[in-house]
């Protein structure tokens, strides 16, 4: 357990909340210690330490994955969450709380820091309005605030996702540069959070894949802030990154596919504007016709899914799909990412 604050002095924390903070060297010694993990899944990196695990929204693997990662290094992790114990928190500076919150993430932060090692945060966007939700405010106060290190365990991206995508490419793959990667809009009846496709665009990137945004119209691309930043890895590495609205182009030769659905910029927080223009590309579903395009490609989403919805049964259930490879990943890197971080403290 963290006995007090005094070593924060002394040093600057190292967080976990996007992976464009650290280079590809870096990510990359993670994911070779995430798959000596694979290996050896137990050990005491953790011993003695404690992680709280903010979750602001619901979760299956992150917050299973997370627990048990702590529990196989010797740590302990408390689940932390407003449907489960915790009253809401406040994150906004100078707020005058006089609404639902009862404490500012600044007195939880500090106080959390004096009992655990690491912190992690769920926080979706609140889709209302985008130019506010990009600033990323809930992750970026409890970073602020916090003296030990942070983890990101999605908010407006998903670092975490991103790191075990990576690692389940490598496993089948080898060396990712120069490999077409396909990252497709697909139909969901309802809009979601762009967080995993901004974190799948940049990881194809950083590790030096030629990148396909598939999206059916440009009100569907991606914010340019993630764009610029996959661009600007992209051509460090001698890849480039297009956006696409053609099924045929995008598909044609690509080596992996990965789908999600996401949520138009032009219409967040109008979803009764955005749902008719949605509802008229149900047909961007990854299915057999579509991957007979591809170049044998392995195809993935993060979950949950929808089957015949963002992907046919067929495809899912086929040989080439490996998302519950990516799944299983996510204890593994996140084991890597815990312990990197103690690493450093």
Same mark, same amino acid.
């Given at each position: 357990m963290n006995t007090g604050p005094s070593r924060t002095t002394l040093r600057s924390i190292k967080h976990f909340l996007n992976t464009y903070d650290w280079s590809r060297p870096d990510l990359q010694a993670m994911l070779d210690e995430a798959r000596a993990f694979?290996?050896?899944?137990?050990?005491?990196?953790?011993?003695?330490?404690?992680?709280?695990?903010?979750?602001?929204?619901?979760?299956?693997?992150?917050?299973?994955?997370?627990?048990?990662?702590?529990?196989?290094?010797?740590?302990?992790?408390?689940?932390?969450?407003?449907?489960?114990?915790m009253w809401p928190l406040e994150f906004q500076k100078g707020a005058v709380m006089l609404g639902d919150a009862e404490e500012h993430v600044q007195e939880a932060a500090k106080v959390l820091s004096r009992y655990c090692d690491?912190?992690?945060?769920?926080?979706?966007?609140?889709? /209302?309005?985008?130019?506010?939700?990009?600033?990323?405010?809930?992750?970026?106060?409890?970073?602020?605030?916090?003296?030990?290190?942070?983890?990101?365990? /999605?908010?407006?991206?998903?670092?975490?996702?991103?790191?075990?995508l990576a690692m389940t490419l490598q496993e089948q793959m080898g060396q990712l540069d120069g490999k077409k990667f396909l990252l497709t809009w697909s139909y969901h009846p309802r809009p979601l959070n762009t967080a995993v496709a901004n974190s799948a665009l940049m990881i194809a990137a950083k590790f030096g894949m030629d990148v396909t945004l598939l999206c059916p119209?440009?009100?569907?691309?991606?914010?340019?802030?993630?764009?610029?930043?996959?661009?600007?890895?992209?051509?460090?590495?001698?890849?480039?990154?297009?956006?696409?609205?053609?099924?045929?182009?995008a598909y044609s030769g690509?080596?992996?596919?990965?789908?999600?659905?996401?949520?138009?910029?032009?219409?967040?927080?109008?979803?009764?504007?955005?749902?008719?223009?949605?509802?008229?590309?149900?047909?961007?579903?990854?299915?057999?016709?579509?991957?007979?395009?591809?170049?044998?490609?392995?195809?993935?989403?993060?979950?949950?899914?929808?089957?015949?919805?963002?992907?046919?049964?067929?495809?899912?259930d086929g040989p080439r799909c490996v998302a519950y490879d990516e799944a299983e990943n996510r204890l593994h890197v996140q084991k890597a990412i815990m312990t990197e971080l103690l690493r450093q403290s």
């Open positions: 694979k290996v050896s899944p137990y050990g005491s990196a953790l011993e003695g330490k404690t992680i709280a695990l903010l979750f602001l929204n619901n979760s299956l693997r992150t917050r299973t994955s997370f627990d048990i990662g702590a529990n196989q290094l010797g740590g302990h992790a408390v689940v932390l969450s407003p449907s489960g114990g690491l912190i992690g945060i769920r926080a979706f966007p609140r889709f /209302e309005d985008w130019q506010e939700d990009r600033k990323d405010r809930l992750m970026g106060s409890l970073a602020e605030h916090s003296d030990v290190p942070v983890i990101n365990m /999605e908010t407006i991206t998903h670092p975490c996702q991103e790191m075990a119209t440009p009100d569907f691309v991606l914010d340019e802030r993630y764009l610029d930043i996959a661009h600007k890895d992209a051509s460090a590495n001698g890849a480039e990154v297009t956006v696409s609205h053609d099924i045929e182009e690509a080596d992996v596919v990965y789908a999600k659905s996401w949520g138009a910029l032009p219409f967040f927080g109008n979803w009764k504007a955005e749902k008719p223009v949605r509802d008229a590309f149900q047909h961007f579903i990854v299915d057999d016709k579509k991957m007979a395009m591809t170049n044998d490609a392995l195809v993935s989403h993060c979950l949950p899914m929808r089957r015949n919805v963002i992907m046919s049964d067929t495809v899912f």
